[in-house]
């Protein structure tokens, strides 16, 4: 009989322990993963989008503009990279300059510049466009110099003339070439001038239109991405 007592006690002392065990393991798979969380947030990258309304979404809202489009090549990708868009309507390389400063209080791995076309529009001497553009890659470089900068190559109509429309062109290759960053050609490649792909005002583009600029934007993108790793 004391034999089966004693029995019955090591038989609850050992579920006690086994459940014990269990829960211990338990908690160490919820740490561990609650770690693995944790750290995948840590190394996730950032890339930001730094532009005007075409950038912002204007007519269609930020969910359907490219950046977003962006953000769902990485997500699909499985690639550690968070999206922010900086777009802000109307914005000149003069007023993207002027509020770069609280921008860049996050850590950035990589600055997609996509300004200037305002400037061109409203008729802003080339210089000025040329010195803010110079101006806030320095300021992005100067507080990490580890950053990488894509430029957004823009064009105008004709409207203020050929040697204008010339010279605006070729600003974002001649700052690529000094800076040594990458460039996206034409942002609206295949975009701009079609009226099916832009809203009615034939500026900006339709959820359609931020598909193909998406596209645009990921053929450099991919490389950059690429030789971050």
């Not at 990258?45 to 769902?72: C, D």
């Not at 005002?201 to 490389?223: C, F, M, Q, S, Y």
Request: charged share 20%; aromatic share 8%; net charge negative.
């Amino acid at each position: 009989m004391n034999k089966l007592i004693y029995c019955f006690f090591v038989l609850i002392l050992y579920a006690c322990t086994s459940n014990s065990d269990s829960e211990k393991a338990d908690q160490k798979d919820q740490n561990l993963q609650k770690e693995n969380i944790s750290q995948a947030e840590n190394n996730s990258k950032t890339i930001l989008f730094f532009g005007n309304s075409l950038t912002a979404g204007y007519g269609v809202g930020v969910e359907e503009a490219f950046p977003a489009k962006i953000q769902g090549i990485l997500d699909s990708l499985n690639l550690p990279y968070k999206v922010v868009n900086a777009g802000l309507s109307g914005e000149t390389t003069s007023g993207g300059l002027s509020r770069l400063g609280w921008v860049l209080n996050q850590q950035v791995d990589v600055f997609v510049l996509e300004l200037g076309a305002n400037d061109g529009l409203r008729g802003i001497p080339l210089k000025e466009t040329r010195a803010n553009l110079q101006a806030i890659i320095d300021l992005v470089w100067e507080k990490n110099p580890d950053t990488k900068i894509v430029l957004a190559g823009m064009q105008i109509p004709p409207n203020m003339g050929q040697d204008y429309t010339k010279e605006f062109r070729s600003i974002w290759t001649d700052l690529a070439g000094k800076y040594k960053v990458e460039l996206i050609p034409f942002l609206l490649d295949g975009v701009g001038g079609i009226p099916s792909l832009n809203q009615s005002d034939g500026i900006h583009p339709t959820t359609e239109g931020h598909k193909i600029v998406a596209r645009n934007v990921w053929k450099v993108l991919d490389k950059v991405i690429q030789e971050k790793k």
